[in-house]
Every structure is written in structure tokens, then in C-alpha cells.
């Protein structure tokens, strides 16, 4: 279940240093009550400047590409996280990433909370089934609570919202987001429409921003389709392992002659080459009501564990339909 982080990934998570760059949203904010901003990755550097809760600070890099370490190796309940240089204003300095979030960020209902910081001070809101076929965007209250867990043997924080239906995924934004209708899926699942949501190679899936059925709007809205491309061979071992080599996840834009194109490959690559890509399209709709379509992709990257990852077309550069603004990790099925 997505709604479970088990304590061994997380722990595999932190002291592995990945071999691919690890994703860090363009902007943070903070979510501790004081946060202090040091000259060098280190708990105990020269503090350059203190930040306290709700301040928006830029991403710059992370130390040591990212890995996860323990704040103070000197108390076993200090947590871990990476050491991040962030911008605020017109100083640069290390924070420590276990409070600090992304200004947009992808949860779950039931989602577990490991550290004792609030929930980010962020604007909530669900994507909901609205009809047959229609999502909608609700603006919501979410809230942690602490419940006994069989699994592990004690009371867990666990993320609640306020609504009685189940929402597909909640969103967490900085900025308000408006609500309303949010995409075509409804009672279906991204399965339904396509038989599977695999992007393995020689798949091609279309997506689509949608639209009210009751709408005078007859404005031509784009569409895109993703190719996954690349070569399975089997090697010739007992256990006939079969390698996915040369993957290539690409976005194309038939409006054009020749199609423009997106190279996706890089957000959704394996942190090893000794792992096979992964990758599947979960959701799509327009989330951000720009008229363009949105999309949520599942992939597997590492050893343990798989993360799903949202892309907003508002959020895309010159040269780009989408961007990836957030991910969210699970366990895997």
C-alpha cells in the first residue's frame, strides 16, 4: 500500500548515496518553528541565519549527492535527512532537510508521519471522483492523528482528512489552487482506459487535459502521447533474467510536423543499471487548470521501495510540456 513508508526503507533510503541525482523541488519551505541556515553541512558551522516556519527558501544543491544522514550523531532519536543549500533572500547556507518540504507536495490518505514536525503549512486539497467520468479538485482540512498500527505493534501518526469519500491523492500547495473539475478519469482507473498504465518498452499511452461534458467550451485542447522505448534481451543464466536496455520514456506533441518531443527519461530513471525500469502512468487530468494535461507516473527506482511522482504543465520550462514538481514514496506492490 502507498499509504505505508516501512521503517526498513526508510532506513535503506538513508544511507545509500543513489547513483542517479535525486529530485529536490525548485522551492521550500520550512516547516520547523526556527531553522538554522549554517556556512557548511554540519550541525555544528558557523549559523549564518535563522529561518523560522513558512519561509519559502530556493533549492541551490544537496551535499553528497543527497544521502541521508542523522542530524546529530550524538542522540539516537535525532533525525535524518539530507544537508541542502538553499537561497533566501540574498543569503545562501545549509539546511538540514528533514524541515524543510517542497511548495507542492504529493500525499495520501493514511500517509505515516516519522518526525514530530507539524504538518507543512501548507493549502490542502483532494482529487476526487466526481461523477462517471469526472475528477474534481476540493479544497480540504487535513489533520494527523495517532492510531494503533497491527503491523507495528504500537500507536502511528497518520495523515486524515475531513471528507467522507476517499480521495484518489491530496495535494499539498503554497499557492492556492483552484477547484472544481480536475480531469476525465471518474470511476476509471488510467487501466481501464488502456487495458494497463505500463510504460514498458513499446507502449504508447495518450493523455488528455479533458473537459465538462456540459460545457459550451469548444476550444481544441492538447493531447500528448508517451513512447517507451528500449530492448529486452534474456540473459543466459539459470534464473533467465531478462534486461530492459537503452529505456527511453518520450513525450510527443503531434500539433507539430514533425512532432516536438520531451525526453522524460531522466525523471524516471533506475538508480542502478542492474535495475529494470519500472514505470507507470497512474493519473492524468489538469490539475492545474491551465487547459494542459497533468500527469502522475509510478516508478520503481530502487532496490526497495517505488515513489509516484507528479507533473505539472504550468510548472514546465521553455522547451517542455511537463515538469515534475513533487514525489511521493511507497513501498511497492
Not at 483552484?178 to 499511452?205: H, I
Request: aromatic share 12%; net charge negative.
Amino acid at each position: 500500500m502507498k499509504s505505508i513508508i516501512t521503517l526498513a526503507f526508510l532506513l535503506f533510503f538513508t544511507l545509500k548515496s543513489p547513483a542517479q541525482s535525486q529530485f529536490f523541488p525548485e522551492e521550500m519551505v520550512v516547516t520547523a518553528t526556527s531553522l538554522n541556515m549554517r556556512e557548511a553541512p554540519d550541525k555544528n558551522a558557523k549559523k549564518i541565519a535563522s529561518l523560522t516556519r513558512g519561509m519559502v527558501v530556493r533549492f541551490v544543491e544537496a551535499h553528497n549527492n543527497g544521502q541521508w544522514v542523522q542530524a546529530d550523531t550524538t542522540d539516537p532519536n535525532s533525525p535524518y535527512g539530507p544537508w541542502l543549500k538553499v537561497r533566501h533572500q540574498d543569503k545562501s547556507g545549509w539546511v538540514f532537510g528533514a524541515h524543510v518540504t517542497g511548495t507542492i507536495g504529493l500525499y495520501h490518505e493514511g500517509d505515516l508521519f516519522w518526525n514530530d514536525n507539524p504538518l507543512p503549512p501548507l493549502n490542502w486539497y483532494g482529487v476526487y471522483q466526481r461523477d462517471s467520468f469526472a475528477d474534481e479538485l476540493r479544497k480540504i482540512e487535513v489533520r494527523i492523528v495517532e492510531e494503533k498500527n497491527e503491523f507495528y505493534g504500537e500507536n502511528v501518526k497518520v495523515l486524515k482528512t475531513n471528507q467522507k469519500d476517499a480521495s484518489k491523492f491530496i495535494v499539498g500547495s503554497l499557492q492556492p489552487m483552484k477547484t472544481g473539475y480536475a480531469g476525465p478519469l471518474g470511476t476509471l482507473e488510467v487501466r481501464d482506459m488502456y487495458l494497463s498504465g505500463e510504460l514498458a518498452p513499446g507502449s504508447t499511452l495518450s493523455i488528455h487535459p479533458g473537459g465538462e461534458m456540459d460545457s459550451n467550451d469548444t476550444t481544441l485542447k492538447p493531447s500528448y502521447i508517451f513512447v517507451a522505448t528500449g530492448c529486452a534481451r534474456m540473459d543466459d543464466s539459470e534464473y533467465l533474467n531478462v534486461k530492459v536496455e537503452n529505456y527511453k520514456l518520450t513525450l510527443l506533441d503531434y500539433t507539430t510536423t514533425p512532432p516536438r518531443q520531451q525526453d522524460l527519461t531522466p525523471w524516471v530513471r533506475p538508480e542502478s543499471e542492474e535495475f529494470n525500469p519500472n514505470v507507470r502512468l497512474s493519473w492524468y487530468g489538469d490539475l492545474d487548470m491551465d487547459g494542459k494535461p497533468d500527469a502522475i507516473f509510478d516508478d520503481c527506482p530502487y532496490e526497495m521501495g517505488c515513489r509516484d511522482a507528479l507533473f505539472l504543465s504550468s510548472k514546465a520550462r521553455p522547451g517542455e510540456y511537463l515538469r515534475k514538481v513533487c514525489e511521493h514514496f511507497w513501498p511497492g506492490d
